[in-house]
C-alpha cells in the first residue's frame, strides 16, 4: 500500500482549555445529553405500556423487541429518524393522537457480522399504521441502504395507512406508493431484501414485502390488497383477513410468500440465516494492514470542548482528533482557503475525506494582515472543498463534512471575484458525488453554506445534527434586521416617527427574534425530516465508525482505488510547496 503521510493532531484538554471552561462546557453539552436520552425514551416506548401488553397477548413480541433479537448481541443499533413527527398531533375524531418516530423503527446494525438497515412497523402505535412522514421516511432508509449496497431487513406489521389523515400521506411524490419504487430499485441493483411479515399487512402494506427477494410469514400473519372489513358480505360468509390471505394461501397457493414459520422468534432466525448467505463485508479487505484504533484524545472529550455561546469560536481540529484513528491526519492544501480543512484519515480502521469550518479569526486571504471571520466561504476556500470533493469521489473514498457554517463571503468585492461562479461548481460537485457521504451539523448550519456543505438538500447518505445544531437561513438577530430592512437605517438602528411606531417596530423584530430561534432547535428539524438524527457530541465516533464501515461493506456497489494511484496524491504534489 502507498504510504499515506499521516501526522499527528491535537492536543491534552489542558493544553488549550482551562478547567473552569472545560467544567462549564460539559455542563452545559450534558444537559442536552439528558434532554437528548429522555426524549428518545420516550419516543421508544411508542403509545406506552398498554398497548406493548396488547402485543404480548396476541403472542407477538414489539417491532423493537425484534430488532433486538435479530442484531448482532455485541452490536449497537444505530437509529435513524427518531424524532420524525415529533410533538406534532393528528386528528382521530376528537381526538389529538401522536405517531412517536412516525410509527416506524428504522435503523443500522450488524446481524450476522453485515451491516443492514432495517425497516420495522412499530405494532405499539396504532397496529404499525403509516402516518403523514412515515413514506418518506422509510424510503430515506431505502436509500441509505441504495446508496450504501446494504441488505435491507423488513419486519413487517402494519395495519394500512392511518387513514384519518391519509390525504397526507397517500398522494405526492413521496408518498406511500414511492416506497414500492424504492424496492424495486433496490432489487434492481441486486441490493439483498427480505421481509418477515408478522401480523397486518393491508393494502400498500402488503406490496413492501412481495418485491422482497425472500418472504417470511407468520402463522398470525396475512398480506391483502383488502381486509375482511371491505369486502361486500364477509360477515354472512365467516371471511376473515387471515383466511383471505394468510400463510396457508400466500406460502401454500399464491407463491406470493417463500416460508411460513411458527411465531416471531423462529421467523427472526430464518431472517438471520438468509442475510448469513449474503456477501461479507468488504471492509476487512480494504483496511489492509491497517487497524481500527481509538483516538489518542478520548472522543467522549468533545463534549468538554463545545461553548454554550454558538457565537464562541473552537478549534475544530481538536474536534477531528477526538474522532479519527490513533489522531492522525493528512492535511491537503493546507496553505489555501484558510476557513477550510480538508484532509485524509482513518475512523474504524478504513480511509475517509474529512472536510471542516474553521470558527474563529483567519488572515484575509487577500490582505494576510486583516484579519477576518472564520465560519464563513470564501473563494479560495470554496475552490479547496470542490477539488479536494472531486479527488475523494475520483478515489473512493467517503467524505464526513463537519460542518458549522454562518455563510457565504458577502459584498461588492465578493460578487466581483465570482463567489457565485465558484459556488456553482460547488454545488455541481456534490450533487454528482456518488461515494457516500456523511454530513454532521456541529453547530450554526446557516444560508447557502449549508447547501454548500452537503447539506441534507444534497442528498448526503445521512446528515447528523448535533444537540447544539441550529439549522435556519440566518440568525434570529439577523433575520429580524433583515426583516425589517425597511424601517432601519444605515447603522442597523430603528428609524420612527413617534414612541408608538419605535415601540411596535422593536417589539415586532424581538418577536421575529424569538420565532426564528425556535425553529432552530434541532427537535424541530428532525420532527420535519430536515436532518437524519440527532446525537451528541460524545457519540459523533461511535456513529462514524459504524457510516464509514457500512460504506465499503459493498463489493460492487462503488468504484474503490487503491490508494497508490489516488487523485489525492497529485493534489498533495502540487499543492505541498505553498506558502
Known amino acids: ?33 439528558d434532554e437528548l436520552k429522555k426524549k428518545r425514551s420516550k419516543v421508544a416506548e411508542g403509545w406506552g405500556k398498554k398497548y406493548q401488553e ?58 450476522q457480522k453485515r451491516w443492514v438497515v432495517i425497516i420495522a412497523n412499530d405494532n405499539t402505535v ?30 413487517v406489521d402494519c395495519s394500512g395507512l392511518f387513514l384519518p389523515e391519509q390525504s397526507k400521506s397517500f398522494p405526492g411524490s413521496t408518498g406511500a406508493g414511492h416506497i414500492f419504487k424504492k424496492n424495486s430499485e433496490l432489487s434492481a441493483k441486486g441490493v439483498p431484501q427480505i421481509a418477515g411479515v408478522f401480523g397486518d399487512c393491508i393494502a400498500g402494506g402488503g406490496y413492501m414485502p412481495i418485491i422482497s427477494d425472500r418472504v417470511y410469514m407468520t402463522e398470525q400473519a396475512y398480506m391483502v390488497i383488502a381486509g375482511a372489513a371491505l369486502i361486500k358480505g364477509a360477515k354472512s360468509q365467516n371471511l376473515t383477513s387471515l383466511g383471505i390471505g394468510g400463510p396457508e394461501v ?52 468533545i463534549n468538554n470542548i463545545f461553548p454554550e455561546n454558538h457565537r464562541a469560536p473552537y478549534n475544530v481540529k481538536e474536534i477531528i482528533a477526538r474522532l479519527i484513528d490513533d489522531s492522525m491526519f493528512w492535511e491537503i492544501m ?3 482557503g484558510k476557513e477550510i480543512i480538508t484532509g485524509i484519515a482513518q475512523i474504524n480502521g478504513l480511509y475517509c475525506g474529512i472536510i471542516a469550518n474553521v470558527q474563529g479569526l483567519i488572515k484575509d486571504p487577500e490582505e494576510p494582515k486583516r484579519m477576518v471571520p472564520g465560519g464563513i466561504l470564501y473563494r479560495d476556500g ?52 456518488d461515494v457516500p457521504m456523511f454530513t454532521v451539523l456541529l453547530r450554526k448550519a446557516s444560508g447557502a453554506g449549508y447547501y454548500a456543505m452537503a447539506g441534507l438538500p444534497y442528498e448526503p447518505t445521512m446528515q447528523l445534527s448535533t ?32 414612541e408608538e411606531e419605535l415601540s411596535q417596530i422593536q417589539k415586532g423584530m424581538e418577536e421575529t427574534e424569538k420565532r426564528i430561534e425556535k425553529d ?43 490508494s497508490r494511484i489516488w487523485t489525492m496524491h497529485d493534489l498533495h504534489a502540487l499543492h505541498a510547496n505553498d506558502s
Open 467 to 498: 444537540t447544539l445544531a441550529r439549522q435556519s437561513v440566518m440568525e434570529g438577530r439577523t433575520l429580524a434586521i433583515a426583516a425589517f430592512n425597511t424601517k432601519l437605517n444605515d447603522q442597523f438602528e430603528i428609524v420612527a416617527n413617534t
Open 250 to 301: 400466500h406460502v401454500e397457493q399464491s407463491g406470493c410468500a417463500d416460508v411460513r414459520v411458527p411465531d416471531d422468534l423462529h421467523c427472526l432466525e430464518e431472517i438471520k440465516k438468509e442475510i448469513a448467505k449474503t456477501a461479507s463485508s468488504a471492509a476487512p479487505f480494504r483496511r489492509g494492514n491497517n487497524e481500527a484504533k481509538e483516538p489518542k484524545f478520548s472522543h467522549k472529550e
Open 334 to 336: 493546507p496553505s489555501k
Open 126 to 155: 396504532a397496529s404499525g399504521s403509516w402516518w403523514p412522514g412515515t413514506p418518506e421516511k422509510i424510503q430515506r432508509a431505502q436509500n441509505m441502504a441504495l446508496n450504501m449496497g446494504l441488505p435491507v431487513i423488513y419486519l
Open 54 to 111: 396488547r402485543v404480548h397477548e396476541k403472542g407477538k413480541l414489539t417491532s423493537r423487541e425484534r430488532i433486538n433479537i435479530l442484531k448482532d448481541s455485541e452490536c449497537p443499533i444505530f437509529e435513524i429518524g427518531t424524532f420524525v413527527n415529533y410533538g406534532k398531533k393528528f386528528k382521530s375524531g376528537k381526538k389529538d393522537l401522536e405517531s412517536p418516530a412516525a410509527g416506524v423503527v428504522t435503523c443500522f446494525t450488524k446481524v
Open 520 to 562: 432552530m432547535c434541532p427537535y424541530k428539524s428532525a420532527s420535519q425530516r430536515d436532518t437524519d438524527e440527532i446525537v451528541s457530541p460524545d457519540e459523533l465516533r461511535p456513529w462514524l465508525c459504524c457510516l464509514i464501515e457500512a460504506a465499503y461493506q459493498s463489493q460492487s456497489q462503488r468504484r474503490v482505488k487503491n
Open 382 to 433: 470554496i475552490a479547496k472543498i470542490s477539488e479536494f470533493s472531486r479527488a475523494c469521489n475520483s478515489d473512493g473514498i467517503p467524505i464526513v463534512w463537519l460542518q458549522d457554517i454562518s455563510g457565504f463571503d458577502i459584498g461588492a468585492e465578493a460578487e466581483a471575484k465570482g463567489l457565485l461562479g465558484y459556488g456553482s461548481n460547488l454545488i455541481y460537485t456534490n450533487s454528482t458525488n
Open 1 to 33: 500500500m502507498a504510504h499515506i503521510p499521516l501526522k499527528a493532531i491535537g492536543l491534552t484538554l489542558d493544553k488549550f482549555l482551562d478547567k473552569k471552561n472545560q467544567d462549564a462546557n460539559a455542563k452545559f453539552t450534558l444537559a442536552l445529553k
